[in-house]
């Protein structure tokens, strides 16, 4: 009997999947492309067919998912995704569970690459940290002493959703003007009429507009990011998502605007940092909580 785990990480277009070792080691992984439209329904019959592929001979004990959204205080249940069709109160662990015959945790897919960082990347030497995850949306997770804050009911750390502008555009969320309208890639794309990687590539080359188009972009996420920092005073920030890969290009204006805006007590000591598992980092931190669902149970 082995104590492999399955951390799953669904996304609108990827779903990823990992077989995983207690200490981290991914034993198989396998990425697919997410059905269209990414209804629950569509998802759970991928789902099912793609861990009996990573899982042929049963060996998994637990299951971990990684969902766009809040899930319940019980894990239980994928309560809303705004960028996916029909994702509102999906009892997707009893599903899994039904199909699956293992014991099945749902975490939001922010939170999970949370864990996976503070567990095997940028977030390793960390008690308290926070990840912003840059991609079609902003996700956001939070870590304090040592343990993830979701809150009374789940659904704390969507930093993505925090007001930046009240006159700005609408969100999905029913705010206006929240920060993932400014730094999200389908706010890149609504600005430049490009997509983030072909920016990235450009600034690379030394392409004097996409250089300064990551130097606005880092003093928009600047700012978002300061009061983040007033309220939690992290030691760390990691950055993920797809947008991370300029990373290097919005940096500087990214600390230039904390460092003028922030207070030296409140920022003493800060690091931002890329994340380290990339992609992954869902799927593995969905490995993660889904490891640490099955101890509680059998203890």
């Known amino acids: ?11 609108g277009t990827a779903i990823k999947l990992g077989r995983f070792t207690t200490d981290g080691t991914c034993l198989q992984s396998l990425t697919l492309t997410a059905p269209q439209p990414t209804t629950p329904e569509a998802v759970l019959a991928v789902l099912v067919d793609a861990i009996a592929q990573i899982d042929p001979d049963n060996q998994s004990v637990a299951i971990g998912v990684g969902t766009p959204g809040p899930a319940d205080a019980a894990a239980r249940i994928a309560k809303i995704a705004i960028n996916l ?14 199909k699956t015959g293992k014991p099945t945790v ?9 864990l996976g960082e503070a567990w095997l990347g940028a977030g390793r030497q960390f008690q308290n940290l926070i990840l912003l995850t840059l991609g079609t949306g902003v996700g956001g997770a939070i870590m304090l002493n040592g ?29 206006q003007g929240s ?38 972009y880092g003093m928009c996420l600047g700012v978002g990011l300061t009061t983040l920092v007033y309220v939690l005073t992290p030691e760390a920030i990691v ?14 204006a990214v600390k230039a605007e904390i460092e003028k805006r922030v207070q030296p007590l409140s920022r003493e000591g800060l690091q931002i940092l890329p994340a380290q598992l990339g992609k992954f980092a869902g799927m593995v931190g969905a490995a993660k909580l889904a490891w640490q669902n099955y101890v509680i149970r059998n203890s």
């Open 1 to 11: 009997m082995t104590n492999d785990v399955i951390g799953i990480d669904v996304g």
């Open 106 to 114: 749902i975490g939001n897919d922010a939170n999970c690459a949370l």
């Open 85 to 98: 069709p029909g994702w509102i109160d999906v009892p997707l662990a009893d599903w899994l569970e039904t």
């Open 147 to 175: 343990k993830l804050f979701v809150g009374h009911q789940g659904a704390a750390g969507e930093l993505g959703l925090i007001s930046f502008n009240p006159d700005g555009p609408i969100c999905n969320s029913g705010n």
């Open 179 to 216: 920060l993932e309208q400014y730094a999200s890639a389908t706010a890149i794309r609504r600005r430049t009429l490009k997509e983030p990687i072909e920016l990235g590539v450009l600034a690379q080359q030394g392409d004097i507009e996409a250089l300064t188009f990551w130097q606005e």
């Open 239 to 252: 950055i993920g998502g797809g947008i991370s890969g300029s990373f290097e290009f919005f940096l500087p």
